[in-house]
């Protein structure tokens, strides 16, 4: 089955740090990657999306390429504000499976950014 | 205008209880979702429906039963409350073939004692 790892978190950085959240995956076809954001006490906002291999999805900054090779999808930014402090979840889906594609979710991990 | 609108945002009830979540989409999308989050943020999809038609159930208790009036409505029933129950509750829609671009509503948290 599809399955999604994320890093363990949760991250800690100060303001204007690089960031890095390592998202793997194992899916059996050919799966669209995306990243979402949940700010606190709101539902989740599709961040960025990538559909085939070597498609890079940006949005607000943020970054990551679809790399099948290393079957990863790791998320950037090159330089975090305050206002970034979110939980962010690495997802798939199987546009294969038609009417019952459904998003597979990671863990999540909780960014905090110190100003 | 919100576009994945949930009520109630918060619910607090004892266990045996039966209660209902309501969500309504204005996106005028064909396919609505429920997911769960637990304490741990960890989500997992309960149904799907596609024009009001049940897509998938993924092993979910009897005691949840979902009902879409029209395909702008998805409410979920929740018989006999546990206390394993407790985890907010989200309602997401997407348009039919763009199944992994979801929109979620603010989340319902139910809190059984």
């Known amino acids: 089955g599809n399955s999604v790892t994320q890093m363990e978190g949760p991250v800690t950085l100060s303001e204007e740090a690089f960031l890095t959240i390592n998202c793997t995956y194992t899916?059996?076809?050919?799966?669209?990657l995306f990243w979402y954001v949940q700010y606190p006490g709101e539902g989740l906002q599709l961040l960025l999306k990538a559909t085939k291999a070597d498609d890079k999805g940006s949005n607000k900054g943020f970054e990551a390429t679809y790399r099948k090779e290393t079957t990863s999808f790791h998320l950037e930014k090159g330089s975090v504000q305050v206002s970034d402090s979110a939980v962010y979840f690495c997802?798939?889906?199987?546009?294969?499976?038609?009417?019952?594609?459904?998003?597979?979710f990671g863990k999540g991990i909780t960014l905090s950014v110190r100003p | 205008d919100t576009a994945v609108s949930q009520t109630p945002k918060y619910l607090v009830t004892q266990m045996g209880n039966d209660k209902s979540i309501k969500c309504e989409q204005n996106?005028?999308?064909?396919?609505m979702y429920w997911y769960k989050q637990d304490s741990k943020k960890f989500l997992k999809i309960m149904f799907s429906?596609?024009?009001?038609?049940?897509?998938i159930n993924e092993t979910v208790p009897n005691r949840f039963s979902p009902k879409s009036p029209d395909k702008a409505h998805l409410n979920l029933h929740i018989n006999s409350l546990e206390l394993g129950d407790s985890a907010v509750y989200f309602c997401?829609?997407?348009?039919?073939?763009?199944?992994?671009?979801?929109?979620f509503g603010e989340g319902s948290r139910l809190t059984v004692l």
């Open positions: 899916a059996t076809g050919y799966p669209s």
């Open positions: 996106l005028g999308h064909d396919t």
């Open positions: 997401a829609s997407s348009q039919q073939g763009a199944a992994g671009e979801l929109f």
């Open positions: 429906y596609n024009n009001k038609e049940l897509i």
């Open positions: 997802a798939l889906s199987d546009p294969s499976t038609g009417a019952n594609s459904k998003l597979t």
